[in-house]
């Protein structure tokens, strides 16, 4: 199957810090997608990048789909405790069934 | 409006014992997937429905997975004979098509015992 390498793993960070996180494959995705999950809950989508060089931003999420279509990174501006969660990322093709891939994971910890 | 809603939200049962999870899309969503996430990994492709169409069940880890999607809406996973491995969440998304974004439901964690 596809695969992404996520990283960082995890990242323990205090609150009102920056973070960043990234997401990187070996295939072209037509999709970069962003989602968040919170403990005992399905992935909530975040950001969507559809256009290779895009750069989104969804209040304090900003996120870029790479020029390369193999790569997308996620950042996070004034983290909040909140913020605390399991950030995904997703490369989506436009063909085949299982067209949606994920990522490993980063585990957000936001010490107050 | 509503979003995807599965049940039970959780589930114990004995090895060797059947389970049903089901899973209400978005209405008007014609695409409908189910997922494994095991503890602590990404998200593993179980099946997918689209529409009316014969569903692509290339994911399935075994013969004692089976899924249906009655009237092309509710789903059901069906896990026969379940073993301890087979312990997981049990996500179910839909979307409006394939090529669209997919919407995800709380999920079902399952314990075998």
């Known amino acids: 199957g596809q695969q992404l390498n996520q990283s960082p793993q995890s990242m323990f960070i205090q609150e009102g810090e920056d973070v960043s996180m990234n997401c990187t494959s070996s295939?072209?995705?037509?999709?970069w997608l962003w989602y968040k999950q919170d403990p005992g809950e399905g992935p909530v989508l975040l950001i969507a990048l559809y256009k290779a060089g895009e750069l989104t931003s969804n209040g304090r999420l900003t996120a870029q789909f790479g020029i390369t279509r193999k790569d997308s990174f996620l950042n996070i501006s004034a983290s909040i405790p909140s913020d605390v969660g399991i950030y995904f990322c997703?490369?989506?093709?436009?063909?085949?069934?299982?067209?949606?891939?994920f990522g490993t994971g980063t585990r957000l910890t936001v010490i107050p | 409006g509503a979003g995807v809603s599965q049940s039970p939200s959780n589930k114990v049962t004995e090895k060797g014992k059947d389970v049903e999870l089901r899973c209400d899309p978005i209405s008007g969503h014609t695409a409908l997937y189910w997922y494994r996430q095991s503890l602590g990994q990404g998200l593993e492709f179980l099946i997918y429905f689209q529409g009316n169409s014969a569903p692509d069940k290339s994911g399935l880890p075994s013969d004692r997975f089976s899924a249906e999607r009655t009237g092309g809406s509710v789903s059901t996973l069906t896990i026969q004979r379940t073993q301890q491995e087979d312990s997981a969440v049990y996500l179910c998304?839909?979307?409006?098509?394939?090529?669209?974004?997919?919407?995800f439901g709380p999920g079902t964690r399952l314990l075998v015992l």
């Open positions: 295939s072209i995705f037509n999709t």
């Open positions: 998304a839909s979307s409006w098509g394939r090529q669209e974004t997919q919407y």
């Open positions: 997703a490369g989506q093709k436009l063909t085949g069934a299982n067209n949606l891939f």
